[in-house]
Each structure stands twice: as structure tokens, then as C-alpha cells.
């Protein structure tokens, strides 16, 4: 019963600026973090951010860090990633991870 869908991806160019949202169902309150995962097709999945649940910390990888954010709207049970200054290298399909589930993922395309 536990679903994660993920939406926002898309195409744009180098710099611009996309925002994911990953919509839940499903997740019970003993849960320990929420995640963006991303995977370039032959490449392993990486970690791109977390959020801790309970105290709300904020985890990022250094290849995105000060420029992507992850945040929670828990009333819309959606989590976000906000992507700023997008390079050609954030190209991937992008996961959500919650409730050890994952969604099927949303493709982000950065030209140069």
C-alpha cells in the first residue's frame, strides 16, 4: 500500500531551475528519512538528498549541495526537490526513497 509517485521533471537548459515533487500514500509515522535518489542509465543510483524525519535535518550530496533543496509539505504528503543552477551532469531519472519504497522515477534533461 505504500506508494511514492514522482512528477516536475522535464527538459530545460543549462542553469534553469526545476522543482520535483514526490507525492505519498501508505506511510505509517515510524519512518526514518525520505530521499532523492538519481540514475543515469549503465551508472550506479546515487544519492542526492535526505531529510531526516522527526527533526527535519537536511543531508546533500556535494556535487548539489547549495543548489538543490529538499523539503516537506506534510499536510499535501508530498515531499520536493527544488533544483537550481542545473548543470548538463544533473541529467538523470530521479527517485524518490520513503518507507524502504521507491516511485518510479522522473527524468530530468539538462541541455548546454
Known amino acids: 500500500q505504500v506508494q511514492l509517485v514522482e512528477s516536475g521533471g522535464g527538459l530545460v537548459q543549462s542553469g534553469g531551475s526545476l522543482r520535483l515533487s514526490c507525492v505519498t500514500s501508505g506511510f505509517t509515522y515510524d519512518y526514518y528519512a525520505i530521499a532523492w535518489f538519481r540514475q543515469v542509465p549503465g551508472k550506479q543510483r546515487e544519492g542526492v538528498s535526505c531529510l531526516s524525519v522527526g527533526d527535519e535535518k537536511t543531508y546533500y550530496a556535494a556535487s548539489v549541495e547549495g543548489r538543490f533543496t529538499i523539503s516537506r509539505d506534510n499536510a499535501k504528503n508530498t515531499v520536493y526537490l527544488q533544483m537550481n543552477s542545473l548543470k548538463p551532469e544533473d541529467t538523470a531519472v530521479y527517485y524518490c526513497?520513503?518507507?524502504?519504497?521507491w516511485g518510479q522515477g522522473t527524468q530530468v534533461t539538462v541541455s548546454s
Open positions: 526513497n520513503g518507507m524502504q519504497s
